[in-house]
């Protein structure tokens, strides 16, 4: 992967809130970024045991169950804004290839196009992370070899892209991907790790922190928020293979 260096400083960042919730018995709300009330799309997400968007007047919710054993133990949800970004699901059609299946946009023509388009085997940044099963890290869409959808996400003011595999027993059933523009970053920091190490990142420096949530969530196989850093695990053959952190 490709080192990132520029992420736009400001505070309006895609992601406004996070949870992470707990699936035993109950529900349990054990950490929050943010102040919003999600316990009825988690539900949702928690019956169909599957990933889901959902648009609303102030913005989407993601939702995505996190389940290393088979079984859902952790739901994670964003509240994302939808201003010139694009939240999308990925998933292999009748075609073969890979299919647009759930997407929320803030652009209409992107969004056309989006729905239009077809990925092969490792062509795109949706076909790269689900083929590849690990995250995978646009930096610059229009300067992606790639990307198929460069010039209608320039028009559409997109600038960077974050492809994560969603798994069920080590199979990869779709790729989530986010694509923001400069005045809506991700987040105000990015890493993606491969083991101990960090093989990309926007700005965030490789700290002594990030490396120990890291670790704590290759032990704890479930994502991890810390105050406003958010630690997503990815795996491969049962373990955790790849873990990208987000700071808000």
């Known amino acids: 992967m490709v080192l990132a260096t520029e992420l736009p400083k400001t505070s309006t960042t895609l992601v406004q809130a ?15 970024y ?33 389940a290393p054993s088979g079984k859902t133990e952790a739901v994670v949800v964003l509240f994302c804004k939808i201003e010139q970004v694009a939240l999308e699901l990925w998933q292999p059609g009748a075609s073969g290839k890979l299919e647009l299946t759930q997407g929320i946009y803030g652009n209409k023509q992107f969004e056309e196009v989006s729905h239009a388009t077809r990925f092969g085997v490792l062509e795109g ?66 890493e993606v790790w491969q083991g101990n190490n960090c093989a990309a990142r926007f700005e965030l420096s490789l700290s002594e922190p990030s490396l120990t949530l890291v670790k704590d969530v290759q032990k704890q196989r479930l994502p991890i928020l810390r105050n406003n850093v958010l630690a997503l695990p990815s795996f491969k053959g049962g373990k955790v293979a790849n873990v990208v952190v987000m700071k808000f």
């Open 18 to 32: 996070v949870q992470i919730w707990s699936v035993s018995q109950k529900l349990d709300l054990i950490s929050s």
């Open 125 to 190: 940044l949706p076909s790269q992370t689900f083929d590849g099963a690990e995250p995978v890290l646009f930096e610059t869409l229009t300067r992606q070899r790639g990307f198929l959808r460069a010039e209608a996400a320039a028009e559409a003011g997109l600038v960077a892209g974050l492809g994560i595999p969603l798994l069920e027993h080590d199979s990869v059933t779709s790729a989530l991907v986010l694509l923001t523009s400069k005045n809506t970053p991700l987040a105000q920091s990015l």
């Open 34 to 66: 943010g102040n919003v009330s999600s316990l009825p799309f988690v539900q949702k997400v928690v019956s169909d045991k599957l990933p889901h968007l959902e648009r609303t007047s102030e913005g989407a919710w993601l939702g995505l169950p996190f």
